[in-house]
C-alpha cells in the first residue's frame, strides 16, 4: 500500500468516526456557532469571555457550569449574550449554562456585570426549559430598566415556553409566561409598548390559535388581550411570520404555513381596536379571501414593490393550465389588502427552482402564459392563442446557468446576461416585435420585472 492509499485511508476512518461520536460539528465562540447544545469539548473563549466563565465559575461552584448553553435562532446565537441591561452605557453578561443538579430544568442563566475591578455575578436564576430557542431584548413592561423575551424548549413537547423577564437594580423577575409553536414581537394595538403574538401549531384537525399579549394599562402588567383567536385555516407547520402594514397603514402580521398535504396558504391578523381583538383581514362579509390563498408554491408574502405595505400571495392558473394538476404554473397576484378587500394586486410568475421572480405588466393578464424547458432550464413566454400545444407569438426567454457550467456558443449571441446572484447568471432573450406589438417588452422593462426570490 502506498503511503498516499495509507494517508487517504487514515482519513476517511476518522471522519467516519467523527461522524458516530455524537459530534454535530466544531464550535468555535465567536466563529462556528454549534448546532446542537450537546457538546463534547468546550468551545475557545475570547479573553473576556474566560473572566466571564471565572466568575460565574466562583458563583456556583467549580464544576457546575462546565457545559454552556445555545439558542437555537434568533439574533443572539452564543452562551455568552452581551447587553446593556440596566442602560448604564456598558454592558453586563448573561451567560446560559446547563446545572446537571437541577433535575426539573437544567438550563441556568447567571447575569454578571464587571464594576471596573473584574466580572461579579449579580444573580442566577433557573431557566424554564432544558433547551434556548431564542432572546431577544424588548420593552413591554414600561417599568424602565430592561425587558428580556426567552423562548425555552422542552424535551417531548411540541410546544414551547415563552417567559417576559424584567431586569432593574441588578435583579431579574418573571413578568409572564405562556406557550407557543411561533412568536413575533409586534406594534398591533398601536400602544407605547411592544406587542407580542404567540401562535399555536396543532394537529390537522384543529386550526391554530393566536394569542396577543400587551402591557393592560388597568392592572399594569403584561399579559393576553382578549380571547384567543382561532385562525381560519389548520395550520399543520409555518413557514414565515412577518410583521407589516396593510394598504390602508393598519398594521398586521402575515402569517405563512403548511396546511394538508403540500398546500400552503396565508393568513393575516390585525388588531381590532373597537372589539380588543384579534381579527383576520382575510374574512370579510361576502368573501373569504383565505381560500384565495391556498396554493402548491412555498412563497410567502412580501413587499414587492417596497412601498412599505406588505403583499399576500394568491395563485391563479396560467391561461392554458386551467384544470390541470400536475406540472401547472400559476400566475401568483401579489395582493394588498384594506378594511373592504383586495385594493391592489401586481401579477407575477414564480420560479422557485432558478430563484426568481418576474413581475408581469397588466396588459399580460389573461393574455401571456408559460412554458417550461426541463432540458435548457428555461421559461418560455408566449401570447396566449387558445392552446398550449400550438403557441407561436413568444415574448420572452429566461434561462439560467451556473458560472462554473458550459456555455452554448449559440446562447452568447442570442441572449443577453440580466442579473448575477453568487454562481448563478440568468439571460434572456427578447426576440423581434411579434404582430401584437403592444405586448412587447424591452430589456429596460425586463429589468424593471426581474426580481431574486
Avoid at 300 to 312: K, N
Wanted: aromatic residues 12%.
Amino acid at each position: 500500500m502506498t503511503i498516499y492509499k495509507r494517508l487517504f485511508l487514515c482519513l476517511f476512518c476518522f471522519l467516519f468516526s467523527f461522524l458516530f461520536t455524537g459530534c454535530s460539528g466544531i464550535n468555535l465562540e465567536g466563529f462556528l456557532q454549534p448546532g446542537i447544545d450537546d457538546l463534547l469539548h468546550p468551545p475557545k473563549l475570547t479573553p473576556e469571555q474566560k473572566e466571564i466563565s471565572q466568575a460565574l465559575e466562583a458563583a456556583v461552584g467549580a464544576g457546575k457550569a462546565e457545559k454552556l448553553k445555545y439558542p437555537h435562532r434568533g439574533d443572539y446565537l452564543s452562551a455568552f449574550v452581551m447587553y446593556d441591561l440596566d442602560s448604564d452605557g456598558e454592558e453586563e453578561a448573561l451567560v446560559f449554562y446547563d446545572d446537571p443538579n437541577n433535575i426539573e430544568y437544567q438550563t441556568q442563566i447567571c447575569i454578571l456585570d464587571n464594576d471596573g475591578t473584574g466580572w461579579k455575578a449579580l444573580q442566577t436564576y433557573p431557566g424554564n426549559g432544558n433547551a434556548i430557542d431564542q432572546i431577544q431584548f424588548v420593552n413591554m413592561s414600561g417599568q424602565g430598566g430592561c425587558d428580556i423575551l426567552i423562548g425555552w424548549e422542552q424535551p417531548n413537547r411540541e410546544l414551547k415556553t415563552v417567559n417576559l423577564y424584567h431586569f432593574q437594580n441588578g435583579q431579574m423577575k418573571s413578568l409572564f409566561s405562556n406557550t407557543y409553536s411561533e412568536l413575533l414581537v409586534t406594534q398591533l394595538t398601536g400602544g407605547k409598548y411592544s406587542d407580542l403574538l404567540l401562535l399555536e401549531a396543532h394537529s390537522l384537525a384543529k386550526p391554530i390559535d393566536a394569542k396577543l399579549a400587551s402591557l393592560l394599562p388597568e392592572e399594569n402588567v403584561v399579559d393576553i388581550i382578549g380571547e384567543e383567536y382561532r385562525l381560519t385555516n389548520a395550520f399543520t407547520s409555518y413557514i414565515e411570520v412577518k410583521y407589516g402594514f396593510l394598504a390602508d397603514r393598519t398594521p398586521a402580521v402575515f402569517i405563512d404555513g403548511r396546511i394538508a398535504g403540500d398546500l400552503y396558504c396565508t393568513d393575516v391578523l390585525y388588531y381590532d381596536r373597537e372589539k380588543k381583538q384579534l381579527t383576520s383581514r382575510l374574512l370579510y362579509d361576502v368573501d373569504d379571501y383565505s381560500e384565495k390563498t391556498v396554493r402548491t408554491l412555498e412563497i410567502t408574502c412580501r413587499d414587492i414593490d417596497e412601498d412599505g405595505i406588505m403583499e399576500v400571495p394568491m395563485p391563479e392558473p396560467l391561461p392554458g393550465y386551467e384544470g390541470i394538476q400536475e406540472d401547472s404554473i400559476y400566475l401568483i397576484n401579489y395582493s394588498c389588502l384594506d378594511s373592504n378587500g383586495i385594493s391592489r394586486l401586481i401579477p407575477t410568475v414564480v420560479n422557485l427552482e432558478a430563484k426568481y421572480m418576474l413581475k408581469f405588466p397588466m396588459s399580460w393578464r389573461d393574455k401571456v402564459t408559460v412554458t417550461r424547458e426541463d432540458k435548457s432550464n428555461e421559461w418560455r413566454f408566449w401570447i396566449y392563442n387558445g392552446s398550449l400545444s400550438q403557441l407561436r407569438e413568444e415574448l420572452l426567454r429566461i434561462k439560467v446557468y451556473s458560472s462554473k457550467d458550459y456555455h452554448d456558443k449559440f446562447d452568447a449571441d442570442t441572449y443577453r446576461i440580466i442579473q448575477t446572484k453568487g454562481n448563478s447568471e440568468y439571460f434572456a432573450y427578447i426576440p423581434p416585435e411579434t404582430e401584437s406589438g403592444e405586448l412587447t417588452i424591452t430589456y429596460a422593462d425586463l429589468e424593471e420585472m426581474f426580481v431574486f426570490l
